[in-house]
């Protein structure tokens, strides 16, 4: 699966920082914050093969790439995408998990176990998930369910994105037209956090039913 998205998204990186340079790494930063699967681990290592190969102009600016520049519109990028993932869960999530949330096993007494959870550990919780393949993806929406404080989510999503994006685009560089080996370097640990997403969501579940069967039995 993995695979089969990458090979996807190199073409669209490719068409996307030749037609508008700094503006496509934000894009596409954008798109990988707001809940869709478009990999930073492809979007800032190729950004950096771009900045370390100088005869490569930025179509924008017409000079060759910069590092300081990418990071950046990366981190806006970043920041942007995560505003409309929050946004989709502080104005949509609530009142859907509020109404169906019963056919997902989710509770509204665990709803407000979540507010409290991010109201006490939220900053935390942001910041180091901005650090984690796949979990960075997804965290904003979480956030917006139990309306995190906008300005602290700004705050600490910011401060998470920056050293991700520093350290990805700076391999990038480092490993210029082998960029994507970075991406295949991670690619086991997106596996691994998925089996374990995945695994913690069948427990739950599982957990849940044997929760309601022993209820029944008692009432």
Known sequence: MLSFIDQLVLPFLQHLYGTVGYLGVGIAMAIESAMIPLPSELVLPFAGFMVSDHSQIEPLTHAPWSFWAVVVVAVVGNTA????????????????????????????????????????WGPQTVFFSRLLPIVRTFISFPAGVTRMPLGRFILYSTLGAVPWTILLLYVGTVLGANWVDVRHAL????????????????LF?????????????TA
């Open 205 to 217: 579940i599982a957990w849940r039913l044997g929760l309601v069967a022993r209820l029944r039995r």
């Open 81 to 120: 995408g995560s505003l409309a993932a929050y946004a989709i869960g502080a104005w949509g999530g609530r009142p859907f998990l509020e109404r169906y949330g019963r056919y997902l096993l989710i509770r509204r007494d665990e709803i407000e176990l979540a507010d409290r959870f991010f109201a006490r």
């Open 187 to 202: 690619a086991p640990f997106d596996t691994t956090i998925a089996i374990l997403c995945v695994a913690a969501v069948a």
